[in-house]
């Protein structure tokens, strides 16, 4: 843990990478319009583990979190300038959480819209952001 924290670029890789297959993992094999509710905790309690480990303060999480949101979208092959950008809310914690949600919907839009599973989709998102 201490390596991370010494490390911010890593950090935010090892994050983000456990972002987006965490985010298909919680969406299962079956990327069906299974919606998150709220009273369903996995998301933000993940959300809160991921930070944690990466040793991440909350807004270079919710930046990271904008950069996979660009890159599942390109990663299905979604059109970005139809595809929502989430408002950005002025409490920190609040503002993750819905992101969060958002993210968890838009991995079974994506995996629907480009016709792959959720975890190959991860994979292919995982590629993108690799390369650039």
């Known amino acids: 843990m201490a390596d991370l924290a010494r490390d911010p670029a890593f950090a935010e ?5 456990e972002v987006v297959r965490g985010m298909a993992a919680l969406r299962g094999e079956d990327a069906g319009p299974r919606r998150h509710t709220k009273d369903d905790l996995s998301i ?3 959300l809160s ?3 944690v480990r990466a040793a991440m303060d909350l807004p270079t999480a919710y930046d990271s979190l904008l950069t996979v949101r660009r890159a599942l979208v390109t990663a299905a092959g979604l059109d970005v ?3 929502p950008v989430p408002l950005r809310l002025s409490d920190p ?3 993750l959480r819905s992101l969060g949600v958002y993210l968890y919907e838009l991995v079974g839009r994506a995996s629907r819209h480009a016709g792959v599973e959720p975890t190959e989709l991860a994979e292919r998102t995982l590629g993108l952001l690799d390369e650039g």
């Open 44 to 46: 933000p309690l993940g």
């Open 93 to 95: 914690r609040a503002a």
């Open 49 to 51: 583990a991921w930070i």
């Open 13 to 17: 890789r090892v994050f983000v990478a």
């Open 81 to 83: 300038r139809s595809e």
